[in-house]
């Protein structure tokens, strides 16, 4: 790295700091802020979709933006403010301005009952509905305040805009590696502040060097902005093969990788090595359907095989979606560390050699090319198992465009050279082409 790691360490704690406090949701102010924010990193495309938009079967929902909400006791005294937590208010809660009493509020609390001092994280995105969340402790405490309570939202729904960015690194190839992150969640620091954070220093690091492979970083609000996203760019993102997706990378627990839906694919296999080159103890997290924007590049018209190298990763800390998922939880070394890891992990990528057959229907005549035996045992060199002319055809048959030759060397249990050189030959016969 060229910057001191010292000084990138400051960095992260100085935009963590400055984008923890802002009130992310799927639309608003401070999600184009947080974008704005961004740009101070790398030259982020900051781009907007309107409400009401048709992507795929989902609609851009209005843009919502808070400016308050509080719930007084009968006496006046403030029992919540959401000045105090973005959390506090179930996010795209709708305006609310009246008086309730204890059975009719306590419907629209929530807490959690395991941990009496955590503000849970909510939403209610689609269905017109609002709520506030609290801790226990700070339920209790206005179940015994005198009622009726004042419970105001002021909150406003328009037709706006959804907010997103990208930024494109040209390589000297034009295929593409897919980088997402999603930010969409208010002052909540390992998700996904640290995925945020990550993915725009990568790209910074990235952004100096000349590169093989061209990079898609993609900042979306999770889901919706997603799938907006593949609607808006289908064409280059049906052609990507591999991504990542960047999310909780700076908790306090272990390391893991969610792998992509092929559990074979070299990404997965890239990153296995990478954690054990630095000696991680880490989790296997197999793909599922449930995750975060994998969901959307997986699906059947994309299936980009997107993973994601992970630390205390979503659904399992206990901090997770709550408001203990704060700036003591994640710090700047931890977000340093998982910049070098996938800093590492991009050099591999970098380091793929994917070829590509010219013609794919049917084999080649490989005997009017020379390229297969007249006669059976010309080939006599023997590597575990294969002839010369088994290699070839096996090249001719795995050379997709999207596997590297160390996925095919390992496959065939043939050393990289060897292939190599008959990856050459091919590329002289006009059969491969280099990608
Ligand atoms: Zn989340």
Known sequence: MEMKESEIKKEFTHYLEKLFPLNRSLTGKDNI?????????????????????????????????????????????????????????VGYSKPMNSFL?????????????????AIPYRTSYYNNDWGFSLSKNEYDKIKRSPGPYKVVIDSEFKNGVLTYGDFLIRGNSKREILISTYFCHPSMANDNLSGLLVSAFLARELKKKKTKWSYRFVFVPETIGAVAYCKLNEKKMKKIDAGLVITTVGGQGKYGYKQSWDKDHQINIEIEKILKKYNEDFIIYPFSIRGSDERQYSSQGFKINTASITKDKYFNYKEYHTSLDNLSFVTGSNLLKSLKLYNS??????GWEIYEVKMKNCEYMLSKRKLYPKLGGSYKEMNNGHTTSDIIQWLLHLSDGKKNLDFISSKLGVKKNKIKKICKLLVNKNLLKEI
């Open 33 to 89: 802020k947080s974008l704005r924010i961004l740009k101070e990193i790398i030259p982020l495309n900051i781009k907007k979709i309107r409400s009401g938009s048709k992507v795929y079967d989902w609609t851009i929902p209005k843009e919502w933006n808070i400016s308050d909400a509080y719930i007084l006791d009968k006496n006046g005294e403030v029992l919540i403010s959401h000045k105090n937590n973005n959390l506090h208010v």
């Open 101 to 117: 009493n204890w059975p009719e509020l306590k419907k629209k609390l929530f807490y959690l009952e395991e941990n009496k001092k």
């Open 345 to 350: 992990l991009l050099k591999k990528i970098e």
